[in-house]
């Protein structure tokens, strides 16, 4: 069974950084792909990066030269280095596991991915 588990989130102030991170278990050629969403309140859940088996990276233009994904361990630790953030980045960020195929189009879909973490809060202040 696949598990993933995001850790705490933070608040920080507009130009700060944070890392995320997600602890995967039972990864299995279902999972594959690695992503990170997030969702703001009030808003649909959105894509913001996704890593390949190869270790290739996919990144929302909105965070692209700022975010920086990225997994370790064997890919039992996903990570997300966000910086210079933006309250406009204030959301509940999830990873997410998919099959390969979910990381072969540019921008990752959330119907293609079975697994979710628990979410963590990211708070942005200007």
């Known amino acids: 069974q696949v598990q993933l588990v995001e850790s705490q989130g933070g608040s920080v102030q507009a130009g700060g950084s944070l890392r995320l991170s997600c602890a995967a278990s039972?990864?299995?050629?279902?999972?594959?792909?690695l992503a990170w969403f997030r969702q703001a309140q009030g808003k649909e859940r959105e894509w913001v990066s996704h890593?390949?088996?190869?270790?290739?990276?996919s990144y929302a233009d909105s965070v692209k030269g700022r975010f920086t994904i990225s997994n370790a361990n064997a890919k039992n630790t996903l990570y997300l280095q966000m910086n210079s953030l933006k309250p406009d980045d204030t959301a509940m960020y999830y990873c997410?596991?998919?099959?390969?195929?979910?990381?072969?189009?540019?921008?990752?879909?959330?119907?293609?991915?079975?697994?979710w973490g628990q979410g963590t809060q990211v708070t942005v202040s200007s």
């Open positions: 039972g990864l299995t050629y279902s999972s594959d792909c």
């Open positions: 997410a596991a998919g099959p390969f195929w979910a990381c072969t189009v540019v921008a990752a879909r959330v119907a293609d991915f079975g697994y």
């Open positions: 890593i390949r088996t190869d270790g290739s990276t």
